[in-house]
């Protein structure tokens, strides 16, 4: 997928994971860590893959930024211990 200079920015600034360069290989993890909770992620992985090319579904914003990524978190809403 070919992103214009905005798009490229705004996804490699709040989605992307480092080392990241493209759309694509965000939507590879992102298939890879829902895959890793399933009892054969071998066979799930390409599954979810498939479902996010073409966008037939795409996680929210904050799942896509977050899956796959160590110290961050995929929820909207958390709160801190007081």
Not at 21 to 27: A, D, F, W
Not at 34 to 61: N, Q, T, Y
Request: with cysteine; hydrophobic share 40%; net charge negative.
């Amino acid at each position: 997928m070919k992103l214009n200079d905005f798009s490229q920015e705004i996804f490699l600034d709040r989605y992307a994971a480092k080392g990241e360069t493209t759309v694509e290989q965000m939507l590879d993890r992102v298939a890879k860590f829902a895959a890793s909770a399933e009892k054969h992620p071998e066979v799930w992985e390409p599954r979810f893959r498939d479902i996010l090319d073409d966008f037939k579904f795409i996680p929210g914003g904050r799942i896509l930024s977050s899956a796959g990524k160590q110290g961050v978190t995929s929820q909207n809403c958390f709160c801190l211990p007081s």
